[in-house]
């Protein structure tokens, strides 16, 4: 399964380009993501739980960002395993580009696969789960990145929209 979109972001691309390896950002973006330990250099290990249809899976797996060229592109890559639903593997080609003065274009192309009790599941049911986990994630994304730099706000603020890009600037 494949798919592609594209996303312009209310933020320099030094901000995005962080975010993306952020650790805390990449949690709070991964739908259904419970735990993640690790580092961008390193890897990252990840828990999410996920309902496919009807399969409902606990998935342990890792997370790589490589190919980094900063601060415009880089590939993650995942795979996890999910007991008896099965496994999930995929990636995605994130492209950074400065469109204006404090926008970026963040470009995406994903890939995944499934296998065991998800794939039989059927293609259009584990298509429509990709696009709605690459949409949801690039959301939140979005999301955690833009909003006003105001370092006048409260730490309570955390995880609402913008958080990341006020962390960053304060």
Request: net charge negative.
């Amino acid at each position: 399964m494949k798919l592609n979109d594209s996303r312009t972001i209310n933020a320099d691309i030094g901000i995005v380009w962080a975010a993306l390896l952020d650790k805390n950002v990449l949690q709070a973006c991964v739908p259904g993501c419970t735990e993640m330990s690790g580092s961008a250099d390193e890897g990252f290990e990840a828990t999410v739980v996920q309902k496919v249809g009807p399969v409902k899976a606990t998935f342990k797996g890792a997370v790589a960002l490589n190919d980094r060229v900063e601060p415009t592109n880089l590939t993650i890559k995942g795979e996890g395993k999910g007991g008896a639903a099965g496994f999930a593997n995929g990636g995605a080609v994130v492209t950074l580009e400065k469109v204006e003065a404090g926008f970026t274009q963040l470009t995406y192309e994903v890939e995944a696969k499934v296998g065991g009790k998800l794939a039989q599941l059927g293609s259009r049911i584990i298509d429509g789960f990709a696009k709605k986990m690459a949409d949801e994630f690039f959301s939140r994304f979005q999301e955690a990145v833009e909003g006003p730099a105001d370092p006048a706000e409260d730490a309570a603020e955390a995880k609402k929209p913008g958080w990341f890009k006020r962390m960053v600037t304060s």
